[in-house]
C-alpha cells in the first residue's frame, strides 16, 4: 500500500498525551500521584496508544493546517519519545563531547524533525489504522520492553509491523527509544549512518542543516 511505503520510507515514528477527565473530587496534591497516572506511567503500551489516539485525530480530514497540527502533536511527541536518549543513540559516542549550547539546539531541532516526519507521514486523509498487539515483550538486552504494533488502511488491515522499544525514564515513566520498522529495521540505526556522515569533521552544524533541510520537505508535502 501507498500509505505503508510512506510510512516506511519517512521511519515515521510517532508519541502520546492522555486524555484527563475533569472530576468533582479534590485535587490530589501534586506530589501525589493518581492511581490513574501511576498506571498508565508503569505500563509501556500507554504512550502508543495516546501516540495512535493523536495520529488518528491528525490525519482526519479538515484537521487543520501543518502549523495547527505541529502544535497538537508536540506536547503528545515530548510524553512519548525519550528524544534526547533517541539523539544521542544516534548520533553516538561524539554526543557525549558537545557542549550544552550544541546539544540544546540539536535537540530542539531534532524534536522539530521527528514533529515534522510524523506529520509528513500522517497527513489528513491519510485514513491508517493502528493496531497493538496485546502482549509486552521484553527487549534482548537492557531491560527495556517492546510494544509490538502494526500500521495498515481499510484495504490492508494487517499492515505493516511497527514495533517501539520502551525504556522507563524515572518519573516519566515507559518512553521510546527506538522504532523498529518492519519489525526488526532499527530506526536508531538509520538515522546513526546519516547523522555521522554529518557530522564528520566535527561541525554540528551540518547535522542541524541537515535535519532543517529535512523539516522543509516533511512540511511542504
Given at each position: 500500500?501507498?500509505?505503508?511505503?510512506h510510512?516506511?520510507?519517512?521511519?515515521s515514528?510517532?508519541?502520546?498525551?492522555?486524555?484527563?477527565?475533569?472530576?468533582?473530587?479534590?485535587?490530589?496534591?501534586s506530589?501525589i500521584?493518581?492511581?490513574?497516572?501511576?498506571?498508565a506511567?508503569?505500563?509501556?503500551q500507554?504512550?502508543?496508544?495516546a501516540l495512535?489516539?493523536?495520529?488518528t485525530?491528525i490525519?482526519a480530514?479538515?484537521?487543520?493546517s501543518?502549523d495547527?497540527?505541529?502544535?497538537?502533536?508536540?506536547?503528545?511527541?515530548?510524553?512519548?519519545?525519550?528524544?534526547?536518549?533517541?539523539?544521542?543513540s544516534?548520533i553516538?559516542?561524539?554526543?557525549?563531547?558537545?557542549?550544552p549550547?550544541?546539544k540544546?539546539?540539536?535537540?530542539?531541532?531534532?524534536?522539530?524533525?521527528?514533529i515534522?516526519r510524523?506529520?509528513?507521514?500522517?497527513k489528513?486523509?491519510?485514513?491508517?489504522?493502528f493496531?497493538?498487539?496485546?502482549?509486552?515483550?521484553?527487549?534482548?538486552?537492557?531491560?527495556?520492553?517492546?510494544?509490538?504494533?502494526?500500521i495498515?488502511?481499510s484495504?490492508?488491515p494487517?499492515g505493516?509491523?511497527?514495533?517501539?522499544v520502551?525504556?522507563?525514564n524515572?518519573?516519566?515513566?515507559?518512553?521510546?527509544?527506538?522504532?523498529?520498522?518492519?519489525?526488526?529495521?532499527?530506526?536508531?540505526?538509520?538515522?546513526h549512518?546519516?547523522f555521522r556522515?554529518a557530522?564528520?569533521?566535527?561541525n554540528?552544524?551540518?547535522?542541524?542543516?541537515?535535519?532543517?533541510?529535512?523539516?522543509?520537505?516533511?512540511s511542504?508535502?
Amino acid at each position: 500500500m501507498i500509505i505503508m511505503k510512506h510510512v516506511l520510507k519517512t521511519t515515521s515514528l510517532a508519541l502520546c498525551a492522555g486524555l484527563v477527565a475533569a472530576s468533582a473530587l479534590p485535587a490530589l496534591p501534586s506530589f501525589i500521584p493518581s492511581a490513574h497516572a501511576a498506571a498508565a506511567a508503569s505500563d509501556p503500551q500507554a504512550p502508543i496508544k495516546a501516540l495512535y489516539a493523536e495520529l488518528t485525530r491528525i490525519e482526519a480530514k479538515n484537521s487543520g493546517s501543518f502549523d495547527q497540527r505541529a502544535q497538537e502533536l508536540g506536547p503528545v511527541i515530548d510524553r512519548v519519545y525519550d528524544l534526547e536518549a533517541i539523539l544521542s543513540s544516534s548520533i553516538g559516542p561524539h554526543y557525549a563531547t558537545l557542549s550544552p549550547d550544541q546539544k540544546q539546539v540539536l535537540l530542539s531541532t531534532f524534536r522539530q524533525f521527528t514533529i515534522a516526519r510524523n506529520l509528513s507521514s500522517f497527513k489528513p486523509g491519510t485514513d491508517a489504522r493502528f493496531t497493538i498487539n496485546p502482549a509486552v515483550r521484553d527487549a534482548p538486552v537492557g531491560g527495556n520492553k517492546i510494544v509490538d504494533t502494526q500500521i495498515g488502511s481499510s484495504d490492508d488491515p494487517s499492515g505493516t509491523a511497527v514495533n517501539y522499544v520502551m525504556h522507563m525514564n524515572g518519573a516519566k515513566g515507559y518512553q521510546v527509544v527506538d522504532v523498529l520498522l518492519n519489525g526488526n529495521i532499527s530506526q536508531v540505526g538509520m538515522q546513526h549512518s546519516d547523522f555521522r556522515s554529518a557530522l564528520a569533521g566535527g561541525n554540528v552544524q551540518n547535522l542541524i542543516d541537515l535535519l532543517q533541510k529535512k523539516i522543509k520537505v516533511f512540511s511542504a508535502g
